[in-house]
């Protein structure tokens, strides 16, 4: 029986340092790696994806909210697929919107209100679970879900710490 994942946690104190995150996540995470992202309304779920694509080198101001067109793709260095569940009726209507062949490429994809879908994830995914702290502060809870992400969340760990230094430095 393999032993429960290790969650990363991060609180962010700010909206910079949630960009930070987001940054690190589309510039070091592996190649078709999903990325299931779970908060409230106001959580910071599209700001982190915003983050993610500029850190895939998407220029800034690129990355939207997909809440009304579902699916946006963002090219910059490595592709961004985001996509949102909200809207959705249940996980049938969000198979009719192809994930499979998203989750199979080489992109990295990033599924908000991924708790709405999650028996369409794939097995491996990141799980990133945001809850708000204040006006601009939120706490990241970070889970490799299956064992093809473990080595990524060890050196996403290591990041984390980097990150909370240089927060300390500023």
């Known amino acids: 029986m393999s032993e429960a994942p290790p969650t990363i946690v991060f609180d962010a ?33 599209t700001r982190l994806v915003q983050a993610a694509a500029e850190g895939a080198g998407v220029p800034p101001g ?11 793709h963002y090219q910059g260095v490595r592709t961004i697929h985001h ?5 959705l009726r249940d996980e049938d209507e969000f198979q009719e919107l192809g994930p499979e062949e998203l989750f199979e490429s080489d992109g990295l994809t990033f599924v908000e209100w991924a708790d709405r879908v999650e028996v369409c994830l794939p097995s491996d995914h990141l ?16 889970t490799a879900v299956g064992d093809r992400l473990r080595d990524a969340a060890s050196r996403l760990a290591r990041a984390v710490v980097a990150i909370r230094s240089d927060l300390g430095n500023e």
């Open 83 to 87: 996509i949102d569940a909200y809207r």
């Open 127 to 142: 799980r990133v679970e945001i809850d708000v702290l204040g006006k601009s502060a939120r706490r990241f809870r970070i």
């Open 62 to 72: 690129t990355a939207l909210s997909p809440t009304f067109v579902l699916i946006q």
């Open 13 to 45: 104190p700010s909206e910079s340092a949630t960009a930070s995150l987001g940054r690190v996540l589309g510039s070091d995470l592996p190649p078709g790696t999903t990325v299931a992202l779970i908060g409230t309304l106001g959580a910071g779920k």
